[in-house]
Every structure is written in C-alpha cells, then in structure tokens.
C-alpha cells in the first residue's frame, strides 16, 4: 500500500501513499455568462433573456455583449464591478464604452400575497446589497432620474409599492393578471399626475415596511408614514371639495387605497380613539359617492373599473344564513322602542351579514376574503347612521362582522382591527346587551381560522370542505367577478346612456335600471367630516 524510494545520496524517502493519479475531469468554462454568476463563481447556463440560476433566485440578469466582454477581458481595470448610483448619488463614475454596453433584462415577476417573506422570490436581504439599484434599473450614462418635488426615499417607497405592497389590493394576486397591472402600473401613472394620490401610494408602502417590521433595513422613520398619511388625507378631502374632472381618476384609486391607509391608526397605540371603526366605515362608504361624484363613465375611461368589482349577493337565500339570536334582537322591537322606524333597515343590513355565513359553509376562499372585505360598501347609509349614533343593535351586527375579518388571510392591513374594537363594542353597550355580543367576544380571543368558523357557524364538527381555492383548486367565480351594486345585483355600463344598468340574470323586476340608497351629497359630507377626524389623529 506504501511504496519507498530512494534519493540521490542513497537515503530512504519519505514513505507516501500510492495514490492513483486521476487527470482531472474536462469540462468547458462559462466565459460569456451573466454577471451574477460571475460573481458567485457559479456556472450559468447563458440562458437568454435570464439564465437559469437568476430565474431562481428572482434576480436582475446583466450580460456583456461579446465584443464588450472581449474588451473587459483584456484589461486588468476592467474587473471592477460596475455599479449603478447609490440612492443619494445625483451622478455615475465615468466608465468605459465597453462598461457602458450592460444589457439587462428582469425576470417576470408575480408575486404571490406572501411575496415579502418569500426567500426565493422577493427578500429584504436584497435591499442591503450595493447592487440592488443595479438589479432594478437598466444601467445607463445618466445621473439617477429624480422627478421633480420628489426624493430619494419617494423613489425607495415607490419602488416598494410596485414590487410587494400592491399586491395586498387582490386577494387573488398573482393569478388575476389584468387586477395586478392595474395596481402595479395604472394607478402609478396616475399618481404621477396626481399629488393627493401619490402621497397615499408612498404613505401605504412605507405603513407596509412598517408593519413588516423593516424600517431599519430600509431606512424609513415612522415619520414618514405619518407624513404621508396626513398630507394624502388632507389633498384627498380638498380634491373632493373641488370636484376637478382632471382629478377623477385619482379620486377613484384614492378612495379605495384610503381605506387601508388609514386602517394604520386601529394598530397604533398613540393615535388610537375607541369605535375608530365607525369613521373607517364611512371612508369605506365613501367609494360609492366618489363613483357617484365622478360618473361611471370616469371610471370605465381611467381603467381603474376592475378595482371596484365586488362579488354578486343574493338577499334573500342570505337571509336563511343569518343567525337565529341576531333575527330575534331585532324582531323583538316594540312600539316605542327608538329604533322601530328602522326595523327595515335592520333586516336589510342583516341579509347582508347572512352572506359571509353562508360563504363560510364553502370554506376559505378569495371570495370569501372579497365578500369580508367589501362589507362596509353595501350597507345602507341609515344604517350607516345609526351606528355612529351608538345604538346598540347597530355596533352588535358591526362586532359580528369584525369576527369575520380574522378569517381573513395574507391581508396585512386588515390585522390587528378587530379585538380592541369588539371589546370596546361591548363595553358601549353595556350589560343589558352583553348575550347578544357573546360570540364576537369569544371570536376575539382565539386565533385559529377553524376554532372561529366553528364559533361562528355553531357547529364544532365543521371542516373545511377539501381543496386548495386558493392555488390549484381556484375557484371559478373569481373570474366572474363583475361591478355590483349595492343590492348585490350584477349591473353593465352603457356607454352611450352613461348609466348602469342591471344584467338580464340579476333582474327579475321591471325596472332594468340600478341606483344606490343614498344621497351622493349626504354620503359626501358624511366622508369629508370623517376624514377630517382621521386627519385629526395623525400626529403633525
């Protein structure tokens, strides 16, 4: 096993092992792959428009072009990475022609709802690299584009907003493609030209950072949600007040942003006033007096439309999934009860409710997400009323609903709403009421989806029904989605009347056209003055 030999002088060697001698193995070299794989020192595929490794791993692929890469080769200089403008930077470093020859093409990328915590798609790790603007921007021989009145951070929050935060405005992200383009892109334009909603765009990607906890990272203050928030409240309510048709647009995609902008103060200690919750309804319910002040003819003509389609409601086959106790609290309504003009209006909002139930009983699903999430716009604006006022059958039916929104999932900006509210729902209306209210206040101490549809449903042998609606087993009335109006009724544009009017399966009556229940000019002042009691809570 050991062989010996002998030197020169004719001492012993050193024994060493017999080793068999193996040539080493030939393979070619990648000498024109991407630049990532350089630096990694990882073989590329060469793979046209991005190689196999930067699909992976979701980042930018940056080639030499062949006579370039000859000419970085020869040179020794020509090893130095070469950089793109760090996010102060107003200029670039000289470089050579064949520096300035880069080609760059990014991967197509559609994130799913949990983007931000993917490790293979988006990472946050990203954005402490150097080389991040880089991998997001084409390099060229210009100073870094900065609009005017914006800076280095809005570009930051901008970006973020495009890549991650947009995403949270469809529960059907990454699948609804055309919904998708209409966040990432669309609505950016209009920002553009639009400072009121461009403040909204930045003050929501820097509240997302926030919550993800990233401020750090990212070198964004609380501050500047603040700041944005404030200032896209007030530029939205003197838009509102102007009624400007160059600003209708933005008006549209303003209204529905705010709603999750300013959900921030329900999660904040410092801002927060007991029974928020009533303000953010009426800024829910502002979306349809904005469409209302705009015409639906501004809507169609923005391509904002798909932003407001909801899923259609049958009142009446509702109205068998609403539970026996809430029928009764209002069935029990006396003469000279102060609420008997509005047992009507009750029942109406009830109907309503009875749609999550019975959602439910299909299990999670993008529509159920939709159904939770737009509740607020289909209520009837007396209703609406009656629970600013406080009455207690009013704020009860409004506490069963925020049980609902724990069921919601991959929603950031819906987390943390409804258990301080439900509590202080309670504590309002005082013991008389306190049987009624039982099942949102257990709903608002458990933090399993099951264990609260079981609550919900009063059934604890309930499952889920099988299937990923979700993922593979999509389901199929997420394409069908469609606008709908505030009876639940499918309704189409027409064009040449400037009107909707109802699809011919959602009537059965003999008036074809549809309107809303409320008073554009009543739900409008009601909308300003509430967002003025936002406005009030943010912090100067």
């Not at 929050?157 to 699948?175: C, E, I, K």
Request: glycine share 6%.
């Amino acid at each position: 096993m050991f062989s010996t030999g002998t030197s020169g002088d004719g001492n012993t060697a050193i024994e060493r092992p017999d080793k068999p001698y193996y040539p080493k193995r030939p393979h070619q070299k990648s000498r024109k792959g991407c630049r990532n794989c350089k630096k990694r020192k990882v073989k590329c595929d060469e793979g046209r428009p991005f190689c196999k490794n930067c699909r992976v791993r979701g980042d930018a692929c940056a080639y030499l072009d062949p006579s370039a890469a000859a000419a970085l080769s020869s040179s020794s200089s020509s090893s130095a990475p070469v950089t793109s403008p760090g996010p102060g930077s107003s200029s670039l470093a000289p470089r050579s022609p064949a520096e300035s020859t880069l080609i760059h093409s990014r991967p197509s990328f559609s994130p799913s709802p949990q983007a931000a915590y993917d490790p293979d798609g988006f990472s946050f790790n990203d954005l402490s690299s150097p080389t991040t603007a880089a991998n997001a921007v084409a390099v060229v021989d210009e100073p870094l584009f900065i609009p005017e009145g914006r800076n280095v951070t809005d570009l930051k929050l901008l970006w973020f907003y495009s890549r991650v935060t947009y995403t949270s405005f469809n529960t059907n992200a990454g699948r609804a493609h055309p919904i998708d383009q209409v966040l990432q892109v669309k609505i950016v334009e209009h920002a553009f030209s639009s400072p009121f909603l461009m403040n909204c765009v930045l003050g929501l990607s820097a509240m997302h950072i926030q919550h993800l906890g990233q401020t750090s990272l990212m070198k964004i203050s609380p501050m500047v949600t603040n700041f944005y928030r404030a200032t896209a409240i007030e530029g939205y309510r003197k838009a509102i007040q102007a009624a400007d048709p160059q600003s209708f647009p933005a008006l549209l995609a303003c209204s529905l942003l705010l709603t999750a902008l300013v959900s921030g103060a329900f999660r904040e200690d410092e801002h927060y006033t007991p029974l928020y919750v009533l303000d953010w309804i009426n800024v829910w319910r502002g979306i349809g007096a904005i469409i209302e002040l705009t015409r639906p003819a501004a809507m169609y003509q923005s391509g904002l439309e798909m932003l407001f389609f909801r899923p259609p409601i049958n009142l009446d086959a509702s109205a068998r999934h609403v539970p026996g106790n809430l029928l009764f609290m209002v069935t029990r309504i006396r003469p000279g009860d102060e609420d008997e003009p509005y047992t009507e209006v009750y029942y109406e909002t009830l109907k309503y409710l009875g749609s999550l139930y019975g959602e439910l009983l299909n299990g999670f699903s993008p529509i159920l997400d939709l159904r939770i999430v737009t509740f607020y716009t289909f209520l009837p604006s007396v209703f609406i009323e009656l629970a600013r006022k406080k009455r207690p059958r009013a704020l009860i039916i409004v506490a069963h609903h925020l049980a609902f929104t724990k069921l919601i999932g991959h929603v950031w900006w819906m987390e943390g709403i409804s258990d301080r509210e439900i509590r202080n729902i309670s504590n309002t209306i005082g013991p008389r009421w306190r049987s009624e209210i039982n099942v949102p206040m257990i709903a608002a101490a458990l933090t399993d989806k099951e264990a609260i549809c079981k609550l919900l449903l009063d059934n604890h042998y309930w499952q889920p029904p099988p299937g990923d609606k979700f993922g593979k087993d999509r389901d199929p009335r997420a394409k069908e989605l469609a606008f709908v109006d505030d009876e639940g009724r499918t309704v189409g544009f027409v064009q040449e009347a400037e009107r909707f009017v109802l699809s011919p399966s959602s009537s059965s009556d003999s008036s074809s056209e549809t309107h809303s229940d409320a008073d554009p000019r009543w739900t409008l002042r009601s909308l300003t003055d509430s967002l003025h009691v936002v406005g009030q809570m943010m912090p100067e």
